[in-house]
């Protein structure tokens, strides 16, 4: 089982919806987690952090749920910009090398 | 501001050529890393440096070395190319607090032939 794993999608939505992407991690010791955005053919950027208690930024929400093991981002009232895939990243120890990142969730916002 | 810069963008080898993919990063970061993206998979680190001075072996070292040449640089040396090494090469760093918040360069996308 991979340790973060997440839908690849595409997701193909229109401008305007609410799309929820999920992740799912498979170690319990992890400690902190994060959503990071990568336009094609670009590198990665940090979205936002997931904190226990759920964060939002703007049009974007993410929860986390320990006890499964599971994070989610929410994307309301979608923007043609938000067209990317978003990587799910799970870090073991606080420390940069123990970052783990999923394969990523694709997703087109649709005119 | 530059933040994180890799050299060369693109390379295509043949295998069994050796090249070395450079990276520089301008914000005083400590930790520095190398990670190859592979479609349908996560970034995979390859090598990370916590500090200047300091190099230590990641997920998947095989096949590659690298050196810490001082705080802001730090390259990442294919000695012999193999088409399994066909992928995108991402350097990044961060401050040594980890805010979670990795600094990624543009990426270098490398082909063996």
């Known amino acids: 089982r991979k340790e973060v794993e997440q839908d690849p999608g595409p997701f193909n939505v229109p401008e305007g919806a609410t799309v929820a992407f999920n992740c799912t991690y498979s170690?319990?010791?992890?400690?902190?987690f994060f959503w990071y955005r990568q336009d094609c053919r670009k590198e990665p950027k940090l979205l936002m952090s997931?904190?226990?208690s759920g964060n939002e930024d703007g049009r974007f929400t993410a929860q986390l749920n320990r006890a499964s093991q599971y994070i989610s981002l929410l994307i309301r009232d979608s923007k043609l910009s938000d067209s990317a895939t978003y990587l799910c990243?799970?870090?073991?120890?606080?420390?940069?090398?123990?970052?783990?990142f999923g394969p990523g969730t694709r997703l087109s916002v649709l005119p | 501001n530059a933040g994180v810069t890799q050299t060369p963008k693109f390379q295509v080898l043949k295998t069994g050529q050796s090249m070395t993919l450079q990276c520089a990063q301008d914000?005083?970061?400590?930790?520095m890393y190398w990670y190859r993206q592979d479609p349908g998979m996560g970034l995979r680190l390859i090598y990370y440096?916590?500090?200047?001075?300091?190099?230590d072996k990641g997920e998947v070292p095989n096949g590659y070395n690298v050196s810490r040449l001082n705080k802001r640089e730090f390259s990442l040396r294919l000695e012999s190319a193999a088409p399994s090494q066909t992928s995108v090469y991402f350097c990044?760093?961060?401050?040594?607090?980890?805010?979670?918040?990795?600094?990624f360069g543009e990426g270098s996308r490398l082909t063996v032939l």
């Open positions: 990243v799970v870090n073991m120890r606080n420390y940069g090398q123990n970052f783990v």
């Open positions: 170690n319990s010791a992890s400690q902190s």
């Open positions: 997931v904190y226990s």
């Open positions: 914000m005083n970061h400590n930790s």
């Open positions: 440096s916590a500090s200047e001075g300091t190099t």
């Open positions: 990044a760093s961060d401050h040594s607090a980890n805010t979670g918040e990795l600094f």
